[in-house]
């Protein structure tokens, strides 16, 4: 978000003329991403995809179980990110990996309600920055580029609906029929 926001402030001022080209190439250069720890994005990751499933009414059992399998899920997405391979097929693995994890609270009957863990595991999936940068640009006039983005939001969020929908016919639990 750092570098978007960077960015984001270097074009604000080259449109508004407060710096020229050779200024704006100059600070876009300059421009590094900083890297959190692996494990740290991994913990938090898990605990907010978590605490969505207390917020839905999951109980303590849905609350682990829900840490454990967005947990995977990221380490899962981490390592497919690592080795370049396109976005989509990374969310459709790490959808299937957190599903087929996720799931087994349905199919032991584990927690007040297990179809949360499934619902909740795979929040970290949803592409916001990609869908509000698609709003923002359009309503800034630029709508091929909005309409880019949302195009590839739409394609992720197509991606992640088939990893999960790969998960749970393998496994015959359909969540939203209990």
């Known amino acids: 978000m750092r570098v978007i926001t960077q960015v984001q402030r270097i074009c604000i001022m080259l449109e508004r003329g407060i710096i020229d080209d050779y200024l704006a190439q100059h600070k876009l250069n300059q421009i590094s991403p900083e890297r959190y ?7 938090m990751i898990g605990l907010s995809c978590a605490a969505f499933s207390r917020l839905a ?3 303590w059992t ?3 179980l829900t840490f454990l399998a967005s947990s995977v899920g990221m380490i899962v997405r981490q390592e497919i990110g690592h080795r370049h391979f396109n976005p989509l ?5 790490t959808a299937f990996v957190t599903t087929a994890i996720s799931v087994q609270a349905v199919v032991y009957e584990l927690g007040n309600a297990p179809t949360i863990v499934m619902a909740s595991s795979v929040l970290m999936l949803v592409p916001g920055v990609p869908l509000i940068n ?3 640009d359009m309503l800034k006039g ?3 580029m909005g309409i880019a983005r949302f195009v590839m939001a739409s394609l992720l ?5 088939l ?5 749970m016919s393998l496994f015959d639990v359909w969540g939203w029929l209990l």
Request: aromatic share 12%.
């Open 37 to 43: 720890n692996r494990w740290l994005v991994v913990v």
């Open 57 to 59: 009414g999951g109980d």
């Open 62 to 64: 849905v609350f682990a």
């Open 89 to 93: 097929v990374n969310f459709t693995v």
């Open 134 to 136: 698609s709003v923002a």
């Open 142 to 144: 630029y709508v091929n």
């Open 157 to 161: 969020t197509l991606a992640t609906c």
């Open 163 to 167: 990893g999960i929908v790969a998960a």
